[in-house]
């Protein structure tokens, strides 16, 4: 069984960002709100006697009424390179949580369900976690010398393939 990753698009651009007078909440000039779901039906399958999800794909995509920019703010390279950052971290911690689905098994239908639940809540929980990580460390992108790390450690998180954790965090 393969549970595949998928983010639409691939990288972002400023298109994919709502133009607001400000980020609720916020003092910054852009937020990217990208989201992990699996099909509303996954399908399960029984082998040997134990039961497994059978082949599906996760998708990573920005939620729409979430993912802003400032309209007055400066839409560099930079500052989307660091929403980027985000949206990959997303993807990461998708990939990590799809290497898990692929393993469960379960003596019922319910049992395997349950277990996709807190695999999915356990690696949302990671992703916010690393999220905040990245931000505090980049100071929102305003720390040059730690966008640039993140940078480096996002893209050879990215090009492993099979990532579990970056920076000591767990995806």
Not at 28 to 34: G, L, M, R, S, T
Not at 74 to 98: P, V
Not at 107 to 117: F, G, N
């Amino acid at each position: 069984m393969t549970i595949k990753v998928v983010a639409h698009p691939a990288k972002l651009a400023w298109r994919n960002f709502k133009p607001v007078a400000v980020v609720p909440d916020s003092d910054e000039d852009a937020q990217v709100a990208p989201e992990a779901t699996l099909p509303g039906r996954v399908g399960m399958q029984k082998v040997k006697g134990k039961f497994r999800l059978a082949d599906s794909t996760v998708t990573v995509a920005p939620k729409s009424t979430e993912t802003l920019v400032v309209r007055t703010a400066n839409k560099t390279a930079d500052l989307l390179e660091h929403e980027q950052g985000h949206y990959e971290l997303m993807i990461l911690s998708a990939r990590a949580m799809a290497a898990e689905l692929e393993k469960l098994e379960a003596d019922s239908a319910e049992e395997l369900q349950s277990a996709v639940t807190d695999v999915q809540s356990t690696h949302a929980s990671r992703a916010d976690a690393v999220d905040h990580e990245y931000d505090r460390q980049t100071d929102h992108s305003r720390n040059v010398a730690q966008q640039r790390r993140w940078r480096k450690l996002i893209d050879q998180a990215m090009a492993s393939g099979n990532a579990s954790s970056i920076d000591g965090n767990d995806l």
